[in-house]
């Protein structure tokens, strides 16, 4: 199954800032999603990211907030914008693929603390 | 509308017992199920999945049972070792829709 890895691992942040993570996967794949599991939640999906279009965010989530890039097939960013404690939430990178089709592989996640 | 529940958000069983993680759905048009583990300060990783067109689902120690009826889903894990306490995710998908995922059960496995 496919490597991912995220930076940063983790961070404290102000409020009102923005901040990138990054996502890098070892080998070429079509989407990436981008995940966020506030405390004591569920994952739940933010956006899906395709290489060379716009990505596609879920009900509740909106390009303003969490811009995401994805450049080319093995990489990809989400930022989170005008950050408030509310954001404070891990964020993971994920892939289709691994055990079969149906299966995501996930990154080990970014914990964002805004204070 | 949580269309996943895990209803029990920590569970402690004893070394050597069996766990037995709950989960339960709404949506009647999922038709494939998975369970992920998470250690902390790392990503989920799937453990073991059923079709809807199955009952149950056996690798190793872990066996994942459907009850379609009932929209209910269970993780048994037997024996159960200490590597095994982690946080477990039930999670669900209806054709080419995305992943729906539960709030997690804590599982503690005492010595």
């Known amino acids: 199954s496919a490597v991912i890895s995220q930076k940063p691992s983790r961070d404290i942040c102000q409020r009102g800032t923005s901040l990138t993570i990054q996502c890098q996967v070892d080998?070429?794949?079509?989407?990436m999603f981008w995940y966020r599991q506030q405390p004591g939640q569920s994952l739940t999906l933010i956006a899906t990211?395709?290489?060379?279009?716009?990505?596609?965010?879920e009900s509740g989530f909106v390009i303003d907030k969490f811009p995401i890039s994805r450049p080319n097939l093995t990489f990809s960013t989400l930022t989170v914008s005008n950050m408030s404690p509310e954001d404070s939430s891990i964020y993971l990178c994920?892939?289709?693929?691994?055990?079969?089709?149906?299966?995501?592989?996930f990154g080990a996640g970014s914990r964002l603390t805004v204070l | 509308d949580q269309q996943v529940k895990q209803n029990s958000p920590s569970l402690s069983v004893q070394e050597g017992r069996i766990s037995i993680l709950n989960c339960d759905y709404t949506?009647?048009?999922?038709?494939?199920f998975l369970w992920y583990k998470k250690y902390p300060a790392e990503g989920p990783t799937f453990l073991i999945s059923?079709?809807?067109?199955?009952d149950k689902n056996e690798d190793g120690r872990f066996t994942v049972f459907l009850n379609k009826s009932a929209k209910h889903l269970s993780l048994h894990i037997v024996p159960s070792q200490p590597g095994d306490s982690a946080v477990y995710f039930c999670a669900a998908r209806a054709g080419a829709q995305k992943l729906v995922f539960g709030q997690g059960t804590r599982l503690t496995i005492n010595p």
């Open positions: 990211a395709n290489q060379g279009s716009e990505a596609t965010y």
């Open positions: 080998s070429q794949v079509t989407m």
């Open positions: 949506n009647s048009m999922f038709d494939y």
């Open positions: 059923i079709s809807s067109i199955k």
């Open positions: 994920s892939v289709e693929g691994g055990a079969g089709a149906n299966v995501l592989t």
